[in-house]
């Protein structure tokens, strides 16, 4: 089936190249010639251009043109491995981020059930940490969503850079997958706006975005907010015991699965200046809590656990034109985090929320009792320098430390006078250094950028060793050099290739060595992981064609890696552990298109990936040759939408649209291992659709959308991480509002 997805695209790629040349009119090379110019000028032109009509992106959204088109059509077509994923027509809809993120070639969304769970996210291949997260160019966990990107509210992201494997040094980051860089609103001038999100299984969904500024003095103060509500009591299918003990399949619903989040940021500064580009100091804060409903597996329901956190602090930036062709970017962030876990019930329950039967030791998950909290001091730098020694040359270096400090408290100890394992101060530092040169020759038909990187990692562990009733403190360390070169050659104005390699170390993150002092539980011995990333495909970009608009993005991938870091799942948790060796490689496409005047458009990714253990030593030795278990090999999606203008008056418009998703069978355990019997082994094929309508209402006061979305509209059982069921049909409506 991959290698018929990959047959038909290049023979269309290959037709298209035949007959395209009629339609490449002097007209289509100028526009060409408009993709493209240089950075310098482009920055200083596109400052002027006002914000004009609409047009599709790759993805299949619409985007509005001027400054932020031009910034994401040059990314887009830059020499790096990236998508730009544009979050306009998101916005309107009820999907959260990560579906949004899902329906990119190359990625999957997995979840442990609703709103608020725990999310897994895999890039070609490769998932959790070793894909890495930022919001504009600050790492996620550390500017205040440290409950993953999936929940991430969609309103508050202005479009999604991702970097499939070869990451740029300008974000500074270790990544061995890849990069999702969330870049929030740029809009210039002032503006307020907000949505309102309600839906099935109690989900309300709050935001509210603004912004001033003062033209003259260049201030600006800029304030988002979001509120999330979830009781995620959707029906799941359990055996339950009946009155003689017996075992059979009923439905149930959820009963301890709740929800809730909420957070502030405040930007304020000053931009525009000639003595600073930038200089702005933002604060943040956001908490949530988490009521659990099961382990790593729906096994036995939980009925009082619950896991929470808090987080806050600031990021400061400072950008300037130190000369007239050097720039110098700085970012210092520094956040306080604080994690609860509270396991004390004394009861053990039932799938309907009734008490069973007294424990015989408090604690529903490890078998004893837990009340724990943990502290995280951490501090984030960058400084990037950007000299354009020549037109179409471009050098740049950066720098970027993280230093991560966690100790805790265990309220309720075992025995008492018991020695507290959390109050143990532990300590990571990363430094990730690189240099990098780009330049673009033959009137920017061939650019390619160059780059080296150096990686630094060190823990300090304050541990008891066996027999000694003093603190001792455990170092260890780990450096390391990485290079990669990307390289995009234009065949003509509507058709160019695409080739990067990168030789990657990714160092793990503070949550995968210490835990989190909930399910997760804690591995000091990891080591840093590497890997060679390789990407090669073409894409095709036809715009305001005979045929209408057409794009079409293929990517073949290849990543070889070493000391892997991999989840492993246990009834009561999860733990990180190193396997020695896997390799992944695949294909991806995403084709989108839309008809003359827009009022039709389809889009469709679909995704091959075969991911296997090539260990032949440790552990993992007795399944080399399996596939990792728990990540689905084949997977795709597809849209449609029909937009009808001047509905239901002139300043109106109204659009109908549809999302499909599939998910091939996969397994949740090694093929090699394991008794297939004790759980669901192999999850079925998936199949989904999603509905809706929204009405665009526009005047000279307000934007306003009104959207009704009918999810999974044929109640499909859908399973993701080991076989845990995800909500079935559900319904939702959304408000959204923009002052101008």
Do not use: C
Request: overall charge neutral; cysteine-free; hydrophobic content about 40%.
């Amino acid at each position: 089936m991959e290698r018929f997805g990959w047959s038909v695209t290049g023979i269309g790629i290959i037709a298209l190249s035949v007959v395209m040349p009629l339609f490449d009119a002097p007209a289509a090379r100028a526009q060409s010639a408009q993709l493209q110019p240089d950075p310098v000028k482009a920055t200083e032109a596109a400052a002027e251009v006002p914000v004009t009509a609409s047009e599709p992106n790759a993805a299949g959204e619409m985007v509005v043109t001027g400054e932020r088109v031009h910034e994401a059509q040059q990314l887009q077509q830059s020499a790096e491995a990236v998508n730009v994923v544009d979050m306009r027509k998101a916005k309107e809809q009820s999907a959260d981020l990560g579906e949004v993120l899902a329906r990119t070639q190359g990625v999957s969304v997995r979840r442990d059930g609703g709103l608020g769970s725990t999310t897994r996210f895999s890039l070609n291949g490769l998932t959790d940490d070793q894909v890495r997260f930022f919001v504009d160019g600050v790492p996620l966990e550390l500017a205040g969503y440290s409950f993953g990107v999936a929940n991430v509210p969609v309103n508050l992201v202005e479009r999604a850079e991702v970097y499939r494997g070869v990451v740029p040094i300008r974000l500074g980051a270790d990544a061995l997958g890849g990069v999702v860089n969330l870049v929030t609103n740029q809009t210039r001038g002032s503006y307020l706006g907000g949505s309102y999100q309600l839906g099935s299984f109690g989900i309300h969904r709050v935001t509210l975005d603004g912004r001033y500024s003062d033209e003259k003095t260049g201030f600006v103060l800029k304030p988002t907010a979001f509120l999330d509500l979830a009781k995620n009591d959707y029906s799941v299918r359990v055996q339950l015991p009946d009155a003689r003990g017996r075992l059979s399949w009923a439905n149930v619903p959820r009963f301890h699965d709740a929800y809730r989040a909420f957070g502030t940021t405040l930007e304020v500064g000053v931009v525009d200046r000639s003595w600073a580009k930038r200089l702005t100091l933002t604060g943040f804060a956001s908490s949530r809590d988490k009521q659990l409903q099961h382990g790593t597996y729906m096994d036995e329901p939980y009925g009082e656990a619950t896991y929470g956190e808090t987080i806050y602090g600031a990021t400061a930036r400072y950008d300037v034109a130190v000369a007239a062709r050097l720039k110098l970017e700085v970012t210092a962030n520094y956040s306080h985090r604080v994690m609860a876990f509270r396991d004390m019930s004394e009861w053990r329950y039932g799938w309907r929320g009734r008490r069973l039967a007294m424990l015989f030791r408090a604690g529903e998950i490890g078998g004893e009792p837990s009340d724990s909290v943990l502290w995280q001091n951490a501090g984030f730098g960058r400084v990037l320098l950007i000299w354009e020694p020549w037109p179409e040359h471009t050098l740049r270096a950066s720098v970027s430390p993280t230093y991560t400090m966690r100790t805790g408290h265990q309220r309720e100890l075992s025995t008492p006078g018991e020695r507290d394992p959390l109050s143990a101060k532990r300590a990571l530092l990363t430094v990730v250094s690189g240099v990098e040169y780009e330049i673009d020759v033959l009137d920017d038909w061939i650019s390619n950028v160059v780059f080296v990187k150096d990686y630094v990692y060190r823990t300090d562990v304050q541990e008891y060793p066996e027999g000694h009733a003093e603190l001792r403190t455990n170092s260890t360390s780990h450096h390391s050099l990485g290079a990669g070169d990307s390289l995009r050659v234009r065949i003509s104005p509507w058709f160019y290739l695409k080739a990067s390699y990168e030789y990657a170390t990714r160092l793990p993150r503070p949550d995968e060595v210490f835990g989190d002092g909930g399910t997760l539980q804690p591995n000091l011995k990891l080591k840093p992981e590497i890997s060679h990333n390789a990407n090669l495909g073409p894409r095709l970009e036809l715009k305001r064609t005979p045929i209408g608009t057409l794009t079409v993005d293929v990517n073949a991938f290849l990543r070889e890696s070493d000391r892997l870091i991999y989840v492993s799942g246990g009834a009561s948790g999860t733990r990180y552990e190193n396997l020695y060796k896997a390799r992944a490689l695949g294909v991806e496409n995403g084709v989108s298109w839309f008809a003359p005047g827009r009022w039709l458009s389809m889009d469709g990714m679909l995704t091959w990936q075969d991911v296997r253990n090539e260990s032949t030593e440790g552990d993992f030795a007795d399944v080399k040759g399996d596939r990792l278990p728990n990540r689905p090999f084949l997977f795709g999606s597809w849209a449609a939408r029909l937009y009808f203008d001047g509905l239901p008056t002139d300043n109106d418009s109204i659009e109908l649209f549809y999302y499909g998703r599939y998910v091939h069978a996969f397994l949740v355990g090694w093929e090699g291992l394991g008794d297939r019997n004790e759980r669901p082994f192999r999850l079925a094929p998936q199949l989904m659709h999603s509905v809706g309508v929204t009405w665009l209402v526009s005047r000279d006061a307000a934007h306003m959308t009104w959207t009704l979305e009918l999810q999974n509209l044929t109640d499909a059982r859908a399973f993701d991480n080991f076989g845990v069921q995800r909500p079935g049909r559900a319904f939702f409506a959304k408000l959204t509002a923009n002052l101008p």
